[in-house]
């Protein structure tokens, strides 16, 4: 007699883990001549610093990319999308760690949030822009929370806008009840990439980020969320509390897109029709199914 086949909930935890186990020692292991196809690409029209805003667009949009991802290829879509709409965009790179090239946001997230600070102050000057508008992905929807909150950063944003953001943390599917089991699984993921450790729900990380409040005065804020999202688990978790806040779940806009956590970062048009939407908002359009063809 065949022993019981363990409960589905769990084989997708354990798929969770494993591939945040794969994704850790990709970053760790990976060689030099990965950075190449970053260093090489065409930015398409963004990260232009002699853009200057216009009067119908008049803050230069930064853009953050998530965990493991990088300035470039988190970008491909979003970037020229907004460019063609006529934004001065920019992205940088955060949360290098030594010897790893090509996958970013691997370092502790509030190092990170301090080159966003620094990025930001870049873009600023270069524009003449007193304010910029934030877009992230994943981490990097997250991670301007800490310089909004902590590094002065309300002064100098108008608004954030987070696709898939994991502002309350993650399970990972089960995640955080697995790790135990997996003898050194969690030393080596908060010792060799200790973003991912800041980022499971209950971090002392997140516990200081939360802790008073989600949002701060002056801000406005975005979220954009995919019920199907694989990775901020349980999808809610994205949302926030506060005021100057809105919540959109992708399939309340289009009930047919399928998108998960990489895909309504990377090329899923209608999110991104919501975030130009969240860009300028005295001028959004109702986002549907058919903004995939806008």
């Not at 200081?208 to 019920?227: F, M």
């Not at 975030?275 to 908002?281: E, G, K, Q, T, Y």
Request: aromatic share 8%; hydrophobic share 45%.
């Amino acid at each position: 007699m065949l022993p019981p086949r363990p409960p589905a909930a769990l084989w997708r935890a354990l798929r969770a883990l494993t591939a945040v186990l794969l994704l850790t020692a990709a970053a760790v292991l990976a060689p030099a001549g990965t950075a190449q196809a970053a260093t090489t690409a065409t930015h398409a029209g963004w990260n232009d610093y002699s853009c200057k805003p216009s009067a119908a667009h008049p803050r230069p949009v930064v853009l953050v990319h998530g965990t493991l991802g990088n300035s470039v290829d988190n970008w491909l879509g979003l970037a020229p999308y907004l460019v063609r709409r006529g934004y001065c965009v920019f992205s940088l790179d955060y949360g290098q760690l030594p010897g790893v090239p090509f996958f970013h946001g691997l370092g502790p997230v509030a190092k990170s949030a301090e080159q966003l600070d620094a990025y930001v102050d870049r873009v600023l000057d270069a524009t003449g822009a007193p304010e910029a508008d934030l877009v992230g992905h994943s981490q990097g929807g997250m991670m301007p929370r800490h310089y909004l909150k902590f590094l002065g950063g309300a002064e100098k944003v108008n608004a954030l806008v987070g696709i898939a953001p994991d502002n309350h943390g993650t399970t990972l599917l089960g995640l955080t009840r697995l790790l135990p089991y997996f003898p050194g699984a969690a030393d080596l993921i908060s010792e060799k990439t200790p973003a991912l450790a800041d980022q499971i729900a209950g971090s002392p990380f997140l516990q200081r980020l939360n802790e008073g409040g989600d949002t701060v005065p002056g801000v406005r804020y975005t979220v954009i969320a995919t019920k199907y999202d694989e990775v901020v688990t349980p999808y809610r978790s994205s949302f926030l509390d506060g005021p100057n806040v809105r919540n959109v779940l992708l399939q309340d806009l289009c009930p047919l897109d399928l998108s998960e956590h990489l895909a309504i970062g990377l090329f899923d048009r209608i999110a991104f029709h919501e975030v130009a939407n969240a860009l300028d908002p005295a001028h959004a359009k109702p986002t549907t199914c058919a903004s995939v063809l806008g």
